[in-house]
């Protein structure tokens, strides 16, 4: 299949004498058969990215390589079939109201001059790989929002793309339905080997099906690197928002009054004999478990082991590459030298362990 190679790619718009940058200097590789995910906030300037890959937005600076070819150096007929080796869809499925399901599919044959029995056998199978056989002679009308989304990856497949580019393909779908069109998507990855380009702005979505992702902030690459490594340890602000949570959920801890309950003071007799109160020094910590570390009881054995309390305040299970990985957020309660101790271990243990300055 298809490599996607992105060199200093920048797109300005011109609007009203102002200048706006969507895109500043990018730089991605992705590579032939896999799925690779690009995530962002709204106006991250993903749809734009994923957009410049098949040339629908032309960049100002930089050059996009499908395979090698720079897109910029084709002329319009060959720019329209390179644009044929890649499908889309969308969030809004595209699809022609008035055709039926099976003349959807065959619509980009038909543009493309197949001849009508050729295309209709070739929609047909295809039909059947997304699971809407029976559906042929529907209309959108009549579909859910899953199965519309169905005929529209259908209809991308129709002119054997070797390059899959998905933009908010599942944001107007229920969870449920979400899952079992990332399995497909998945199904036809490893079928055909089709090359899978993926914009959300979900990180459930990347967890479930990508392998490697980008982020995207202000239109400048955040970050990037296998899904696995910054769901374990998001370095960016960018990463942190979007893994962690929403950032209204995490407040600095310098701007958190102090609070001094009983299970955060700690007693202890000085050289005079006399019972003084020490405040534990709180922190709050992220862990997450690897395969091995979640088959042993590593918070109460630490609990166990230093004698020390400590507080989860947030504990959840998510779908990291097929595998599912847990994380937790944990209040520290003890001295400096326990909680240095305490992290110590849990990095022993094989847990990921990074500070999180925040209040759930």
């Known amino acids: ?13 011109e609007a009203e004498k102002h200048t706006l940058t969507a895109l500043d ?33 032309k ?3 930089g050059q996009v390589l499908i ?38 599919v065959c619509f980009p044959l038909y543009v493309a001059k197949v001849g009508k029995k050729e295309a209709r056998e070739r929609a047909r199978k295809l039909l059947v790989t997304v699971g809407l056989e029976d559906k042929e002679k529907a209309y959108p009308s009549q579909l859910s929002g899953g199965q519309k989304q169905r005929v529209a990856i259908a209809r991308a497949l129709a002119t054997n793309p070797s390059i899959l580019l998905c933009d908010e393909a599942t944001s107007a779908l229920d969870p449920m339905t979400t899952r079992s069109i990332l399995k497909l998507l998945k199904d036809i990855n490893e079928k055909i080997g089709i090359t899978i380009v993926i914009i959300t702005h979900q990180m459930s979505v990347v967890t479930q099906i990508c392998k490697n992702v980008a ?49 955060i003071v700690a007693k202890k007799e000085d050289e005079n004999g006399e ?13 997450v478990f690897n395969e ?4 042993e009881p590593v918070i109460a054995n630490a609990i166990l082991k230093f004698n020390t309390p400590l507080n989860i305040l947030h504990a959840d299970t998510k779908n990291v590459g097929g ?30 362990v990074t500070e999180v300055q925040t209040d759930v």
């Open 275 to 287: 019972t003084g109160r020490i405040i534990r020094e709180g922190i709050r910590i992220r862990i």
């Open 215 to 263: 982020i995207i902030d202000g239109g400048v690459l955040a970050e990037q690197g296998s899904v696995d490594s910054i769901f374990e340890n998001p370095e960016s602000d960018a990463a942190k928002e979007l893994v962690l949570g929403r950032p209204e959920k995490y407040i600095p801890v310098e701007s958190i009054e102090p609070v001094l309950p009983d299970d």
């Open 67 to 104: 395979d090698g070819t720079d897109l910029a150096g084709l002329t319009q007929k060959q720019l329209r079939k390179e644009r044929s080796r890649i499908g889309m869809i969308f969030q809004g499925f595209n699809l022609l109201e008035q055709k039926t399901v099976l003349d959807n």
């Open 323 to 352: 595998k599912a990985r847990g994380e937790m957020i944990l209040s520290l309660t003890g001295t400096q030298e326990s909680n240095s101790e305490m992290i110590a271990y849990l990095k022993e243990k094989g847990l990921t």
């Open 59 to 61: 960049p100002s600076e």
């Open 292 to 295: 091995n570390s979640a088959y």
């Open 25 to 57: 200097d990018v730089n991605l590789s992705i590579a032939s058969g896999t799925i690779y995910g690009i995530i962002g906030m709204s106006g991250a300037g993903k749809s734009t990215l994923v957009r410049s890959i098949n040339f629908l937005e």
């Open 1 to 13: 299949m298809s490599t996607i190679e992105i060199r200093h790619l920048t797109k300005r718009f």
